[in-house]
């Protein structure tokens, strides 16, 4: 009997040992959670940035690429994609349509984008170097504005401010009906308008310094054949503008290193090949002149939206 009872004690026993084990196991089980949350980082919110053609996609995305390299190593919590445009058109049909959070147009499409859904936050600076100058082939026989009269001058594009617009208001200013006096013939980018004049198939071409000096950088012995005959005033320079919808706090931090770019070497090397100073915060006023010119232009040159 005694045997019997310790039996049943030991197997009473047994059964409370098994009772604990499985219960730490189940604890054990509970409380080994794996927490993506923690491991594993959501994924960072992709901007995209678009520049106006103020070259071929190639060159402008090598000139402005490291921008936005330089903005993307400096705020992780979010990725900037910078997108080129074949020519003025698909850059305005993406701008006007919300395809980019964040925009570097010309003033006349900065102006246009408060229409579509943008705000200015910034602009590029040395506005004095915002004014359209006009080439001509130094064999071409054209000394006077009024030389130009029966023949063709080319553009990189009708919306193009500074190497469109502010040529034509020239030479409006000095005797030239631009609609009747001259064939305008509108070629699609900078490079482009530049080629037309050396090849000799325009007698002039417009555009503004800055893919000038590159063009004259690159091709030197081509340019030597060109000279500048003439340029207009200046104006403000290329906004900085960005979607309403854009968070403010990613908008601020875009702008703070963009803003800040001329304070290291790294960021004074990239703005070398743009080539700027620096650029600077604006807003929606600060494009008022812009707006004062596009008015007078519509009614002296030809209709445009603004």
Not at 10 to 24: D, E, P, S, V, Y
Not at 261 to 278: F, M, N, Y
Request: charged share 20%; hydrophobic share 40%; proline share 6%.
């Amino acid at each position: 009997m005694t045997k019997v009872l310790c039996n049943v004690h030991k197997l009473w026993l047994l059964g409370i040992i098994l009772l604990l084990l499985a219960a730490c196991d189940q604890s054990s089980d509970h409380s080994y959670q794996p927490s993506l949350s923690n491991e594993t980082p959501l994924p960072a919110s992709e901007y995209v940035v678009g520049i106006h053609p103020l070259h071929n996609p190639q060159r402008l995305l090598k000139v402005y690429g490291p921008i936005v390299d330089y903005i993307n190593a400096r705020i992780p919590e979010a990725h900037f994609k910078l997108e080129a445009s074949r020519n003025y058109e698909e850059f305005e049909k993406k701008l006007y349509a919300g395809q980019f959070a964040f925009a570097m147009p010309n003033p006349y499409q900065s102006v246009q984008s408060l229409q579509h859904g943008y705000r200015v936050f910034g602009k590029m600076a040395d506005d004095d170097n915002f004014r359209g100058i006009i080439l001509v082939r130094k064999d071409g026989g054209i000394r006077e504005v009024t030389d130009l009269k029966g023949k063709a001058v080319a553009y990189p594009a009708a919306t193009a401010l500074a190497a469109t617009m502010m040529p034509q208001f020239f030479l409006h200013s000095h005797g030239i009906d631009v609609n009747r006096d001259i064939d305008n013939r509108y070629v699609g980018s900078q490079e482009s308008a530049i080629m037309n004049v050396l090849l000799g198939h325009v007698a002039a071409a417009a555009t503004w310094p800055v893919p000038w000096k590159t063009f004259s950088q690159q091709h030197p012995e081509q340019a030597a054949e060109l000279e500048v005959k003439w340029q207009t005033d200046a104006l403000l320079n290329n906004g900085w503008v960005v979607r309403s919808d854009i968070p403010q706090a990613i908008v601020d931090r875009f702008a703070e290193q963009l803003f800040s770019l001329q304070d290291t070497d790294a960021g004074r090397e990239i703005l070398t090949r743009v080539p700027v100073s620096r650029f600077e915060a604006a807003n929606d006023e600060t494009y008022r002149p812009v707006r004062d010119f596009l008015e007078k232009f519509s009614a002296t040159i030809r209709r445009i939206d603004y």
